[in-house]
């Protein structure tokens, strides 16, 4: 099962996945993408993967990129 999550936050949103079986909801995995033009959907497999296993997992995208709002060239490890 998997359910969007948006997060405000210093007026922007972060769009995330949260990935789940029907067992249970509690979370035991925060996936991070890389740098660059990556975003959440780039680490749907390892998500895929977990829940076959009943582990949940979280994914999102960082400031400025995928679904997130935010500006990419804004974007540093700071900020993350």
């Not at 067992?23 to 035991?28: D, F, K, T, W």
């Not at 993967?49 to 490890?77: A, C, M, Q, T, W």
Request: proline fraction near 1%.
């Amino acid at each position: 099962m998997k359910k969007k999550i948006g997060y405000t936050v210093n007026n922007e949103t972060l769009s995330g996945v949260f990935t789940y079986s029907e067992i249970g909801e509690n979370v035991n995995f925060l996936v991070l993408h890389g740098a660059g033009n990556s975003g959440k959907e780039r680490t749907a497999y390892l998500s895929n993967e977990l829940v076959k296993y009943n582990i949940p997992s979280f994914r999102f995208d960082f400031s400025g990129h995928g679904e997130s709002s935010g500006d990419i060239k804004k974007s540093s490890l700071e900020k993350r």
